[in-house]
């Protein structure tokens, strides 16, 4: 690559709205936090372009926002330039910015002294930093993760302020000179308060200062105020425990929803150093791993791989504490070296047990759509390296390549990523069969997404004489409670499932009809089966086997036959059905709550 021009196309790009914003905060923190900054065939302003860029952004994007970004993975920080640049931020970005932050030996030993103070405190905690860098910030007296706040003393002539029943924060007095009389009494080591500086004369010296107007030495002024706090506060407390409460109608809290799998990490000794959001505040501190061998076999075999820094895979481990991690889980862990060849501990992910969990699902059913979960685990991983090295490959990102491989690239990257739908559709499908997973309530209008889809197939099917017959209204409205995602994907699958079936010439008539019965109302979708799918019998029809030939419709990776079984999966997750009447398909799903009104108005 001759020239490099990525930061000039990333500045020419206008981002006016909240996505493209943050997408172009991204494209920066990439190029900037690369080794070499300045491009190659550039000049120096189009750098400091992009550095006024990056600060624009940052003035529109919240800084919780932009700390989250800096944490994703896949960041390459070894820019120090950028470092000193979000250090100088908000507390969040400069402590996403210095955890983040891969640089070598010697740049942390420039960059740490351009840091501000505050900023210091945040390199504490890390566990990967060379010696050097821990001994110079022994040096500068970072030795906790902040610095107190100043202490803002007194002028000379202010008056003192006036008591107030609040607690004191207190720090040791300091050392008593040597050339103090025998007879003047030290002061005391624990509850002096720092006074403010002042020349040392006779209204001011120490002798004059241990004594108020009232002849009260500071010490006992000073215990008075702190009990008199302590008698307020209790007389506070026990009014407020009589007062009567009003009937506000006080909602009972919500239990916790129990965490079933989560990503963490933990630091040499074993202990979990990060965790994802939604089980960081129960797990963080916990020890997952034991360096010492117990009695218990697996407990044995994990000890083992801690200390020879092998991989963890499938160890049983039980969790206890909070009730949504409290449990028997699974442990798949990699261990973490620095560049400098140090153990810096295991990274890895906890998924609970089947049937551990409340509800959960048991049987060999369920066993058997763990397994088959489990398979799609261990299938994903090649297949996500393998598009991501093609994507590495079609987008030069590590130099220039022929346009053959390129081509082969983006062709490899497509095909993973259709595999990868595969795996997910899969997944799906053995979790709602043994149900693991339902589908969520919500709204969505079946009637405009029947239009909208059959719109979409209507171009596809002209060229044989083909179409998809909607027997509906241009303005007709059915509104289902399933959620308008989940539905959009089971209309899809079902209609792309019968227009990939049909042949030259044919016509699938569709008829949508709302049915209100007692105290329930469902809407009723009629479609007819193609030739091709009709000679086969129910059992037939949802079979894996059943596929349609050469179609320029895509069900699925799978064929019609699964597509259809996943969609009547998802039809009986709603509390609808799918199933064969006749020479018809027939996908019921219940209406919203309230529509009995669309008996005379939605499908006229």
Do not use: K
Not at 257 to 262: I, P, S, Y
């Amino acid at each position: 690559m001759f020239f490099d021009d990525r930061l000039a196309t990333v500045l020419r790009q206008r981002a006016t709205g909240e996505t493209s914003l943050r997408t172009q905060y991204r494209q920066l923190l990439d190029l900037l936090g690369r080794e070499r900054v300045q491009p190659r065939g550039g000049d120096r302003s189009l750098l400091a372009a992009a550095w006024l860029r990056l600060d624009a952004l940052a003035e529109a994007i919240p800084a919780a926002t932009r700390a989250r970004m800096i944490r994703e993975p896949g960041w390459r920080f070894q820019s120090p330039d950028l470092v000193v640049h979000l250090a100088d931020q908000e507390p969040e970005v400069a402590a996403a910015a210095l955890t983040r932050a891969d640089l070598a030996g010697e740049d942390w030993a420039v960059l740490i002294p351009r840091l501000p103070v505050r900023a210091r405190g945040f390199l504490r905690l890390r566990r990967d930093l060379p010696v050097d860098v821990e001994a110079l910030l022994e040096r500068l007296g970072v030795h906790d993760r902040g610095l107190p706040a100043p202490v803002q003393d007194l002028p000379e002539h202010a008056a003192p302020p006036a008591p107030a029943p609040e607690p004191v924060r207190l720090r040791p007095a300091a050392v008593v000179p040597r050339d103090i009389p025998s007879a003047q009494p030290a002061p005391a080591a624990f509850a002096t308060p720092a006074p403010a500086p002042a020349p040392a004369t006779a209204a001011n010296s120490p002798a004059a200062r241990s004594r108020d107007d009232t002849g009260r030495t500071e010490i006992s002024a000073l215990v008075e105020r702190i009990a008199q706090f302590r008698r307020t506060r209790s007389e506070t407390q026990a009014e407020l425990e009589r007062s009567p409460l009003l009937p506000l109608g006080e909602l009972p809290e919500r239990s916790e929803r129990a965490v079933t799998m989560f990503g963490f990490a933990t630091d040499t000794t074993g202990r979990i150093a990060w965790a994802a959001a939604e089980a960081a505040p129960m797990v963080i501190g916990m020890r997952l791993f034991a360096g010492n061998a117990t009695h218990d076999g697996a407990a044995d075999g994990i000890a083992r791989a801690f200390q020879r820094r092998q991989p963890v895979t499938r160890a049983a481990i039980s969790l206890e504490g909070a009730p949504a991690i409290t449990g028997e889980w699974i442990a798949d862990a990699e261990p973490r070296f620095s560049e400098e060849g140090h153990f810096t501990g295991y990274f890895g992910r906890l998924r609970r047990v089947q049937g551990a969990a409340e509800g959960a699902a048991t049987g060999p059913e369920a066993r058997e759509a763990d397994r088959i979960r489990q398979l799609l685990h261990e299938l994903r991983t090649p297949v996500t390296a393998v598009q991501g090295y093609a994507e590495v490959i079609q987008q030069q990102l590590f130099g220039p390549a022929p346009h053959e491989y390129r081509a082969l690239a983006a062709a490899i990257a497509a095909d993973a990523a259709r595999i990868l739908a595969g795996f997910e559709e899969l997944d799906r499908l053995a979790r709602l069969e043994t149900g693991a997973i339902n589908i969520a309530p919500g709204e969505s209008d079946l009637a405009a997404l029947l239009r909208r889809t059959a719109g979409q197939l209507a171009p596809v099917l002209a060229p044989q004489g083909a179409a998809l017959d909607l027997d509906l209204g241009e303005d007709a409205c059915l509104m289902t409670a399933i959620d308008l995602d989940d539905a959009e994907g089971l209309v899809w699958r079902l209609l792309a499932s019968l227009a990939a079936a049909a042949g030259p010439g044919e016509r699938i008539a569709l008829r949508l009809d709302p049915v209100i019965g007692a105290g329930r109302g469902e809407a009723r979708l009629h479609c007819t089966i193609p030739a091709r799918l009709a000679a086969a019998g129910e059992a037939g029809l949802f079979a894996a086997t059943t596929r349609t030939g050469d179609s320029a419709i895509s069900p699925g990776l799978f064929g019609t036959g699964f597509a259809l079984r996943l969609a009547r999966a998802e039809a009986r997750a709603a509390g609808g059905a799918l199933r064969r009447e006749g020479d018809a398909l027939l996908l019921t799903l219940p209406l919203l709550g309230g529509n009995r009104e669309l008996r005379d108005t939605a499908l006229a």
